[in-house]
């Protein structure tokens, strides 16, 4: 080959290449950063505050340990938020004494936590109705009738109260064929998030108890496919205590709220709003879940980053498999979106441990992102 026909051929094969990387980068996604439940938290101001939102005491007939009993054993495990859930009941506020005589009054600004009204909305097991954890409820027993739409609908007229759905692996399973819409299926689910705002109904409980119920953050996963990034739903995380044992069903599955005032329930209210809290598991009571320090997000480069401690690997999901199981996406610290495809992620903190049985999680809840040519569609 002469020295004219290489330089040819070699020009050619630039212009081809060239040709080739603009078709390729214009066909790749161009990924921008929508939602984040972190965006107002000042990480060296706030107060990671542990709290149980699902609890119950002796009021709920399956339950047993009075309600100043029950207090005082959260108070004892550095728990500064604790909502007593009793079953179709409002233990709330928490001068007890006026339900029985062998109640004690608890004062929670002495004991420097912050007390929530809460009731989970349960019914006789005949009906089949799935339960909700209702906060900053005024419902108590006898105020709304047995129905789950009339649960949600009485939730949603009043004034200032959350809900979120309890234990979904207790009504759900992911290896079960559904019928599209059918009861309980992920579409029945995504059904209610698409009804309610997020004012009234916030998320889905994926961890209760010791992680009785380990597909749940696989229903979570199907949910966000569909509702992020424009309708965020967080997960939470509960003991669902019932003063059974002592030992093994009390302190495994919490959550940290980021508060700079840990006594003030406005404040908290909006935490469960903006999502700007994190949940956590530990196999054994008083175990050290992995902590996050700070989540750093830098939308020029598009990178999430997590500072933390106490773990030895981050694991990042977005979707299910074909096995509907939650589909890992990526490992390590930071999370590259650029060029990310799936419409949202959240991350997994774990601690392994020495042994088998030392291991703990937290989870972040979900970041949203679009594709920023839909973004410049919408905008012209």
Not at 291 to 318: L, P
Request: charged share 30%; with cysteine; glycine share 8%.
């Amino acid at each position: 080959m002469d020295k004219k026909t290489f330089t040819a051929l070699s020009g050619m094969l630039l212009l081809f290449s060239a040709v080739l990387f603009v078709l390729v980068g214009c066909s790749r996604t161009d990924t921008v950063l929508v939602f984040d439940p972190y965006a107002d938290v000042d990480w060296e101001e706030v107060h990671h505050v542990k709290g149980n939102l699902h609890t119950h005491t002796s009021r709920s007939p399956c339950a047993v340990g009075k309600p100043h009993e029950i207090v005082d054993l959260y108070h004892g495990l550095d728990y500064g938020i604790l909502a007593l859930t009793d079953h179709d009941l409002l233990t709330y506020p928490w001068d007890f004494s006026r339900f029985s005589d062998s109640f004690e009054d608890r004062d929670p600004d002495e004991l420097g936590m912050l007390a929530i009204a809460g009731n989970e909305l349960t019914g006789p097991r005949v009906f089949d109705l799935h339960d909700m954890v209702a906060l900053f409820t005024g419902l108590d027993g006898g105020d709304y009738e047995m129905d789950f739409d009339i649960w949600m609908e009485t939730v949603h007229e009043e004034e200032g109260s959350l809900t979120f759905f309890a234990h979904p692996g207790r009504y759900w399973t992911y290896y079960f064929t559904y019928e599209e819409g059918e009861e309980f299926s992920p579409e029945w689910f995504i059904s209610y998030f698409e009804e309610y705002p997020l004012e009234t109904l916030v998320g889905i409980e994926v961890l209760n108890r010791r992680n009785r119920y380990p597909h749940d953050r696989a229903l979570w996963d199907r949910i966000l496919m569909d509702m992020m990034p424009a309708r965020p739903v967080y997960g939470f995380a509960n003991d669902d205590f019932h003063g059974d044992s002592l030992e093994d069903y009390i302190g495994h599955s919490f959550g940290y709220y980021l508060m700079k005032d840990p006594l003030d329930e406005t404040e908290f209210r909006n935490v469960l709003l903006e999502g700007a809290f994190y949940i956590s598991y530990t196999r054994t009571t008083g175990d050290k879940a992995p902590h996050i320090q700070e989540i750093v997000v830098d939308t020029e480069e598009r990178f999430i980053e997590i500072k933390g401690e106490h773990y030895d690997e981050i694991h990042w999901f977005s979707g299910v498999s074909e096995d509907n199981l939650s589909k890992k996406v990526a490992t390590g610290e930071r999370f590259d979106y650029g060029r990310f495809e799936g419409n949202y992620v959240r991350a997994k903190l774990i601690f392994e441990g020495d042994d088998e049985h030392d291991v703990s999680w937290t989870l972040t809840q979900p970041f949203g992102f679009r594709d920023r040519s839909e973004l410049n569609e919408e905008s012209d």
